[in-house]
């Protein structure tokens, strides 16, 4: 039995590398192909490289990608066990296989039965949690729930790192004018000590109610955050009998967040089968159900189930997701790209890099492939931007003339209908603008240092407007090619041990240096012993 599931697997890794070497071996001649080109000699490139997700739109067409390597792409997904990746996903099945767990975010927002496995439904776990935090958030958001002496919550301290925070950061400040006037949400994520004294800046203890999120309750800055928090809510005369009503835990491990002082009234539980990084529809994203109320955060939901739905059961050659993470897969084994950028023409969205560098980079940014053998080819992409216009007076300059290609992902936001403003359509323009300057370049007068060689890839993809519901779907677009890149590639994209090293050695050097009588250990470096001692002798 086992020999013949390890010939499987062979023939598995056989078909992989087949599907792969030859879409590598395209590099040699679709490297220079002129996207202008595709376009004149595709007529139905347009129609066949733009899809439909409401409430988005994404428009690939502007890709360096012919369509007549589509199939080669179909058939690395076919040899590579995408399909069955999906369904087992959906399945909540143990995809995450290094730590035995399901990656089951889609029950988060699912509003059917959503078996794990062999477990049971866990859609009613899913709905009394939900529950609870509408309630909590009702009742805070309408004063009900009062403050040690009295007073309604004026100021939410949402204190959590990573995927604890990034996701409800982004989509408080997305969503802020879906926010409650009189309820601000702060978030403090950073150890440095100036985090916590510019967040505390107006805030009053009375007024004031921390929501702890930590998947593992022990991540050491959220702990120390916390820790800060709670003191001093007690010296500003919060009297420990009463320091429950101003906290709330989001966490795995309820009982360190009950020792640590939240009541059970204000605990929330997260499932081991949600990511950190694929959290936000969970009790994490609680902050910003505080911050827009229950009924907008179920519409977040519903956008991502939107998505969830079309994923699912879109055929791939319509499948936006798919056909996202494939493009990349095509840039980076092809093209030798190396980075994405992500350009939100937004200010809302200026989180957004920030959230997809966690969601796509500690998911893909892997080694080793699902049998432990390292990479010989490339895994996830480096993820980097900032909003749109500013980063045209920063580093367009290299994305237009550098010799490196960095694919850019436009993400940009039709008005309401009808509600075209100046200004509005003065940041479309500059969207727009620039993704057709980097297809188009410029001969620059014959003036090379004015030339721009253009024929640069990029994507659009067009939001209905910045509302719940397309957030939501946003997000889980960008979650969708995330899983689907592990599965194109091989890889775990739901573990992330490479955090824990850096951990590890910040330990050591904290107590060496909080400790001056403690000895350098004799197999430190001579760059971090003289700096140690360097910091010591201060
Ligand atoms: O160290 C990385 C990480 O584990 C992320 O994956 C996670 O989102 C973050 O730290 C916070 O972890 P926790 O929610 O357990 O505090």
Redesign the pocket.
């Given at each position: 039995m086992a020999s013949e599931r390890n010939l499987a697997r062979n023939d598995e890794r056989t078909a992989f590398r087949a599907s792969l070497d030859g879409l590598r071996e395209r590099s040699r001649s679709v490297g220079e192909c002129s996207i202008s080109a595709l376009f004149a000699n595709e007529p139905e490139r347009l129609a066949r490289l733009s899809f439909e997700c409401a409430p988005l739109s994404v428009d690939l067409s502007r890709q360096r990608l012919p369509l007549t390597d589509l199939p080669s792409l179909f058939a690395h997904a076919a040899a590579s066990g995408w399909h069955a990746g999906r369904e087992r996903m959906f399945a909540g099945e143990a995809i995450n296989f290094t730590e035995q767990r399901a990656a089951f975010h889609v029950a988060l927002r699912a509003r059917r039965p959503m078996p794990l496995a062999d477990d049971g439904d866990v859609m009613p776990q899913v709905s009394a949690t939900l529950e609870r935090m509408g309630e909590f958030s009702a009742a805070v958001r309408a004063g009900a729930h009062r403050g040690a002496h009295g007073d309604r919550i004026s100021d939410i301290v949402a204190i959590?790192?990573?995927?604890?925070a990034l996701g409800p950061e982004l989509a408080c400040e997305a969503l802020a004018s879906d926010g409650q006037p009189g309820l601000r949400v702060h978030f403090l994520a950073n150890v440095d000590p100036a985090s916590w004294a510019s967040v505390r800046q107006g805030l009053r203890a009375d007024t004031t109610l921390a929501i702890i999120?930590?998947?593992?309750?022990?991540?050491a800055e959220?702990i120390a955050n916390a820790t800060a928090v709670r003191d001093w809510l007690l010296n500003e005369g919060i009297a420990p009998g009463e320091l429950h009503r101003h906290l709330a835990g989001v966490?795995a491990r309820p009982e360190r967040a009950l020792a640590f002082g939240v009541s059970e009234a204000a605990l929330f539980s997260l499932p081991d089968w949600v990511?950190?990084?694929y959290?936000l529809w969970s009790a994490?994203g609680l902050p910003l159900m505080l911050a827009i109320g229950p009924a907008a955060f179920d519409e977040l939901l519903a956008g991502a189930r939107a998505v969830d739905e079309h994923f699912f059961t879109t055929p791939i050659e319509r499948n936006a997701p798919a056909m996202l993470v494939l493009v990349s897969l095509w840039n980076s084994l092809v093209l030798h790209t190396q980075t994405e950028a992500v350009i939100p023409y937004s200010h809302s969205l200026r989180r957004l890099p920030a959230y997809l560098q966690?969601l796509q980079m500690?998911s893909n940014g892997k080694g080793v492939d699902s049998d432990g053998v390292a990479l010989d080819y490339p895994s996830g992409a480096v993820t980097w931007g900032e909003p749109g216009t500013d980063a045209q007076h920063s580093f367009f300059q290299a994305l237009h003339q550098g010799p490196a290609i960095h694919p850019v992902d436009f993400i940009l936001v039709a008005p309401p209908p009808g509600e075209l403003a100046p200004a509005a359509a003065k940041l479309l323009a500059n969207g727009l603008a620039q993704a057709e300057a980097l297809l188009r370049g410029d001969p620059g007068a014959d003036d090379p240092h004015r030339r721009c060689p253009g024929n640069r890839p990029s994507t659009t993809i067009l939001l209905d407007g910045l509302t719940p519901r397309s957030l939501g779907a946003l997000l889980a677009l960008y979650e969708h090619k995330t899983a689907s890149l592990g599965w194109l590639l091989r890889i775990n994209s739901f573990d992330?041990w490479g955090?824990?090293l850096g951990?590890r050695v910040a330990l050591r050097i904290e107590a060496l240096l909080t400790d001056p009588g403690l000895a350098l250990p004799s197999d430190m470096d001579p760059s971090t012993a003289a700096l140690v001692e360097r910091l010591r002798r201060r």
């Open positions: 959590g790192i990573g995927g604890s999120s930590s998947k593992t309750w022990s991540t959220t966490t990511g950190g990084r959290s994490i966690q500690e992330q955090v824990e951990k």
